[in-house]
């Protein structure tokens, strides 16, 4: 696909980490798939991978933790 933000790259395949905080909770998502552009580096989460990254997201929350750390699994 064509970047959106520098409108001059294309996207490739790839991870990423993301961070998502609420409150004082934070959550790390490592290995999240993305498209990146080559040529500015703008990261693209599809819609499935960021309804996933919410609702695991969420369940951490309801558990009460302050900060977690995990591999994403879609």
Known sequence: MKCAICR???TTDGYSTTVLERDRVTVVFKKVPVQ???????????????ESLLSQAHAEWERGITLEMLDFAA
Request: with cysteine.
């Open 8 to 10: 001059n790259g294309t």
């Open 36 to 50: 990146i552009c080559n040529n500015c580096g703008e990261e693209y989460v599809s819609a499935e991978v960021n």
